[in-house]
């Protein structure tokens, strides 16, 4: 497995590279924008994808779903990393980028013009996809056992603006906890697992798919020296912000742990703007579910985007187009 991730982080690495730094590119579809028009073709043009960390599963999965589009449709996508959630919703707004992945629960603080938005922000979903698992790891000897526990201690919270960031403070919120009250690391996650080898970093909370590579990294080179900490006491204070939380575990076998750990998941979404083209949202859609045994092979976090929950994006608007190809 640990070699299966590494080869779909390269191939996700080169995609990028590949396609360059920038965002958005120029679109020519002149169709009606989010409108449907009974057509389900994507006209020719570029789309920016705003993934996350090089080191998650939205990084890997953007730029298997880039090399999707751009081998089956007339447009050209472009997979980059990013801060996540919070900055990929900002930049899509704003036209960096033309499709962002992003945690549910930011998106929903989005269409509502709350958080960290001033206002509400015209973005629609093109689907509902795989969930995101809250991972929240510290070193065996912090004498962390809790989140309660974290009082005085280097954790690092997540890239700034980023989804994981939304959901770490919110945790320690309802664990009664605030930044002064712990030494707070903003960092993205390749630097965090660093910091967890080193010793500079005493725990970790990461939103992410299963595995999470970089994670995967962490328990390979430090094994019993780190664990996972149960979060669930924090669920219902969680769920009184957000329905959309909701309790899962992680299996045993993900990361070879000595037993499936308990925690909280929260669904992730694909955004575009309202207006983007009803006839490239439609066969973008289509395109996410007709060939989705190929994202599989990208990564396995990708099996859990079904058609039965797709359109479940409320309170995102799902985008006309999307809603063509899901026959919703």
Known sequence: MRKKIALAVAAAV??????????????????????????????????????????????????????????????????????????????????????????????????????????PQKVQALARIYPNYTQVVVRADSGINSVADMRGKRISTGSPRSGTEVIANRLLQAAGLADKDLAPQRLALRQTVDGMKAGTIDGLVWSGGLPTPELTDLFTSM???????????????????NPVYDKGSIPA??????????????????????????????????????KRTELEKVHPATKDITRENATRTDPIPLHPGARQALGG
């Open 14 to 119: 080169a995609l990028t590279t590949a396609a360059g730094c920038g965002g958005r590119q120029e679109n020519t579809n002149t169709g009606q924008t989010g409108q449907t028009t009974g057509s389900c073709e994507a006209d020719a043009g570029r789309v920016g994808i705003a993934t996350g960390n090089t080191g998650g599963v939205y990084y890997v999965v953007g730029g298997g779903l880039a090399k999707l589009i751009s081998d089956n449709t007339k447009l050209r996508a472009q997979a980059s990393e990013t801060g996540a959630s919070v900055t990929n919703i900002q930049q899509l707004v704003k036209g960096d980028f033309d499709i962002a992945f992003s945690l549910a629960d930011t998106a929903a603080d989005a269409v509502a013009g709350r958080a960290g938005f001033e206002g």
């Open 253 to 290: 076998a993900t990361y070879k742990l000595p037993a499936d750990a308990p925690t909280i998941v929260v669904p992730n979404v694909l955004l575009v703007r309202e207006n983007f083209p009803a006839g490239n949202a439609c066969a973008i859609t289509k395109l996410l579910f007709d």
């Open 223 to 241: 094994g019993t020296r780190v664990k996972f900490i149960d979060i669930t006491p924090q669920l219902d204070a969680l769920k009184k912000i």
